[in-house]
């Protein structure tokens, strides 16, 4: 069983500072990649990092430059640094794994943790 273990979110001010963390367990076997999506009220659900077990990044053209997604590390945790923070970050976070093998890979979501932007 895989299970992901979020943490970090909470209230931020405006051009303040947040990072999130996600910690995976379980039978894994292969992560792929590792990444942040979020979720705001009246929003589809958006991909605002990702990365690859071998360092690959892709961001969300609104976040460029302000967050940064770390590697995978060794514990199979991934940490987001959102750095200059803006109202519209204002979303429920959630972590999505990768996993398997190349004939098949599995996703698996965490629980979402709450990022609130507001002065």
């Known amino acids: 069983q895989v299970q992901l273990v979020e943490s970090g979110g909470g209230l931020a001010q405006p051009g303040g500072s947040l990072k999130l963390s996600c910690a995976a367990s379980?039978?894994?076997?292969?992560?792929?990649?590792m990444g942040w999506y979020r979720h705001a009220p009246g929003q589809q659900r958006e991909l605002v990092a990702s990365?690859?077990?071998?360092?690959?990044?892709e961001y969300a053209d609104s976040v460029k430059g302000r967050f940064t997604i770390s590697d995978v590390n060794d514990e199979n945790t991934v940490h987001l640094q959102m750095n200059s923070l803006k109202p519209e970050d204002t979303a429920m976070y959630y972590c999505?794994?990768?996993?398997?093998?190349?004939?098949?890979?599995?996703?698996?979501w965490g629980q979402g943790t709450q990022v609130t932007v507001s002065s």
């Open positions: 379980g039978s894994i076997f292969h992560i792929n990649a």
């Open positions: 999505k794994l990768t996993y398997g093998a190349p004939w098949r890979w599995y996703d698996h």
């Open positions: 990365v690859t077990k071998s360092g690959d990044t």
